[in-house]
């Protein structure tokens, strides 16, 4: 079983900087795909950035973004502190929602950002950038 909670979330002006916090271990020995989610208030959850985790990948360390993430976002993972982190940079008011981290045993690849595909999540913490 795996546990995720995230932290770091809060309300920052357009063109501000956040970094959220995911921790949650992870049995490095396998393969492991993490990834954030975030959800707007009425839309569905979608994928913003996704991680290969775990030795068991090939191409560990390999990230995924959205194309609204990237060049603004990074997704990085400390295995010494469990700790999966998305740094944020540029916010944009469209980017506010509950944030989600998630991973699943499995290969990331092109299908990394789908949510049905995770097996564990995280309670979320909530970002607002306001105009």
């Known amino acids: 079983q795996v546990q995720l909670v995230e932290s770091g979330g809060g309300s920052v002006q357009a063109r501000g900087s956040l970094r959220l916090s995911c921790l949650g271990y992870v049995y490095t020995y396998s393969r492991y795909c993490m990834g954030w989610f975030r959800q707007a208030s009425g839309k569905e959850r979608e994928g913003v950035a996704g991680?290969?985790?775990?030795?068991?990948?090939?191409?560990?360390?390999?990230?995924y973004y959205t194309d609204s993430a990237k060049g603004r976002f990074t997704i990085s993972r400390d295995n010494a502190k469990n700790t999966l982190y998305l740094q944020m940079d540029s916010l944009k008011p469209e980017d506010t929602g509950m944030y989600y981290c998630?991973?699943?045993?499995?290969?990331?690849?092109?299908?990394?950002?789908?949510?049905?595909?995770?097996?564990?999540w995280g309670q979320g913490t909530q970002v607002t950038v306001s105009s």
């Open positions: 991680i290969k985790v775990g030795l068991g990948n090939v191409g560990l360390g390999y990230t």
């Open positions: 998630a991973a699943r045993p499995a290969y990331c690849g092109s299908s990394w950002y789908i949510k049905d595909g995770y097996a564990y």
